[in-house]
């Protein structure tokens, strides 16, 4: 199975902040790479799918980057309603896998 | 709008079985693969099954394989996880959610059930 390493872990900004969060996966995924966004007691809700494409209705202050093993989800000019646990996701092969989740928390 | 509701989720002995359900609306279901995703307390994501278009094509996740067992009713709108020899470690939210492939992801996800599995 491929596996998925998000860093950091949790992180804590401030709002108006940029955040980058990686991900690298243990073997090449091309750009088979997705980006959730889980706020406590909620279902995840997708932001970017194939390493760069904005899932519809999500702002342009997210973004994603990267291809083959390393990846990232950047973050401008942080909104209060963007602290929230992020998780990416590799679709290259079955079974799919998630990181483990970077917490996104107000400094 | 599309629209995910799961049901099925309750206290359940070691040993036991359960089967949770999905009902779709919103969109034409038997037009899309579905997934089912879980989450365990305070831990990450991990896909535990997808179902194809047709319900002729299945998907398990090793820790799953040969006890969980997912289905579809495409006229009734309604995707399946049929959960057997339920362990401690199968406790958590399960999700079901569209699986939109090539290229791959989860669009659509329902607000999740609760599996707990103990004595």
């Known amino acids: 199975d491929i596996q998925m390493t998000q860093s950091p872990s949790s992180l804590s900004a401030s709002v108006g902040d940029r955040v980058m969060i990686t991900c690298r996966a243990s073997q090449s995924i091309s750009n088979y790479l997705n980006w959730y966004q889980q706020k406590p007691g909620k279902a995840p809700d997708l932001l970017i799918y194939?390493?760069?494409t904005l899932q519809s209705g999500v702002p342009s202050r997210f973004s994603g980057s990267g291809s083959g093993t390393d990846f990232t989800l950047t973050i401008t000019n942080l909104q209060p309603e963007d602290f929230a646990t992020y998780s990416c996701?590799?679709?290259?092969?079955?079974?799919?896998?998630f990181g483990q989740g970077t917490k996104l928390e107000i400094k | 709008e599309v629209h995910l509701l799961e049901s099925g989720g309750t206290l359940v002995q070691p040993g036991g079985s359960l089967r949770l359900s999905c009902v779709a609306s919103g969109f034409t279901f038997s037009s899309y693969a579905m997934s089912w995703v879980r989450q365990a307390p305070g831990k990450g994501l991990e896909w535990v099954s997808g179902v194809y278009d047709d319900g002729g094509s299945t998907y398990y996740a090793d820790s799953v394989k040969g006890r969980l067992t997912i289905s579809r009713d495409n006229p009734r709108n309604t995707l399946y996880l049929q959960m057997n020899s339920l362990r401690a470690e199968d406790t958590a939210v399960y999700y079901c959610?569209?699986?939109?492939?090539?290229?791959?992801?989860?669009?659509?996800w329902g607000q999740g059930t609760l599996v707990t599995v103990s004595s």
């Open positions: 959610a569209r699986w939109v492939g090539l290229p791959s992801y989860f669009d659509s």
């Open positions: 996701q590799q679709s290259y092969s079955l079974p799919y896998t």
């Open positions: 194939v390493a760069s």
